[in-house]
């Protein structure tokens, strides 16, 4: 029974920092072979995946992204963590964090969702 939890500010102004953290509970996030994802929803649009930290540290990004996005990790707290910087209120969003399998990148365990809008 793997649960995840979004936790940080709601509310970020433009051209700052978005950080987010996901704290893992039921699962280790250093098992082989999971990794665990940042996703993302616009108001009205789908879900953009924007990167993942794997088991064993390793980082991947939406390349559309990536210029702006840090993944990490707390191994001793079971958490993981997202920093978007220079965000803009086209970063308003639905964000969640899940558990992505290897190969198909499915995620089997998903947060419940944090909303974060970007506004001055």
């Known amino acids: 029974q793997v649960q995840l939890q979004e936790s940080g500010p709601g509310l970020v102004k433009p051209s700052q920092m978005l950080s987010l953290t996901c704290t893992v509970s039921?699962?280790?996030?250093?098992?082989?072979?999971?990794?665990w994802s940042w996703i993302r929803q616009p108001p009205g649009k789908g879900l953009e995946w924007m990167g993942a930290?794997?088991?064993?540290?390793?980082?991947y990004y939406n390349p559309s992204l990536k210029s702006r996005t840090s993944i990490s990790r707390d191994t001793s707290s079971n958490q993981f963590s997202l920093q978007l910087s220079s965000v803009t209120p086209e970063d308003t969003a639905v964000y969640y964090c899940a558990r992505t399998q290897p190969l198909t990148g499915y995620g089997d365990y998903w947060g419940q969702g944090t909303q974060v809008t970007v506004s001055s």
């Open positions: 039921g699962g280790s996030i250093t098992t082989s072979y999971y990794a």
């Open positions: 930290i794997a088991y064993d540290g390793s980082t």
